[in-house]
């Protein structure tokens, strides 16, 4: 069983910055991949940020095109904590975020998150 944790949310004025972060607890698989997902009101959950490793290493991070060059997101260098720098937020980043784990590299399927934590609101408003 694997426990994910996040904090960091909060309120922020556009153009701001926020980190995210998710404390992983549990047991661990050869090849993960942690995911930040984000829902907003009525619309569907969607993968923001992703990073693989296996066999120890950090090898990949993949983001939604929404994203790219304004959100990072690494790890510490126990594997047990991961973190989401969001930069230059717009009011469209507003949702809920979650961390979430999977087993294998490079995970992008929704389903095959088998791991959740309880979400954290980001509010980007003036």
């Known amino acids: 069983q694997v426990h994910l944790a996040e904090s960091g949310g909060g309120l922020v004025q556009p153009g701001g910055s926020l980190r995210l972060s998710c404390a992983a607890s549990g047991r661990t698989f050869s090849s993960t991949t942690m995911g930040w997902f984000r829902q907003a009101p009525g619309k569907e959950r969607e993968l923001v940020a992703a990073i693989s490793w296996s066999g120890g290493s950090t090898l990949y991070t993949d983001y939604a095109d929404s994203v790219k060059g304004r959100f990072t997101i690494s790890s510490d260098s126990g594997k047990k904590t991961v973190y989401l720098q969001m930069h230059s937020l717009k009011a469209d980043d507003t949702a809920v975020y979650y961390c979430?784990?999977?087993?294998?590299?490079?995970?992008?399927?929704?389903?095959?998150?088998?791991?959740w934590g309880q979400g954290t609101q980001v509010t980007v408003s003036s």
């Open positions: 979430a784990a999977a087993r294998g590299f490079r995970v992008g399927e929704l389903t095959a998150y088998e791991y």
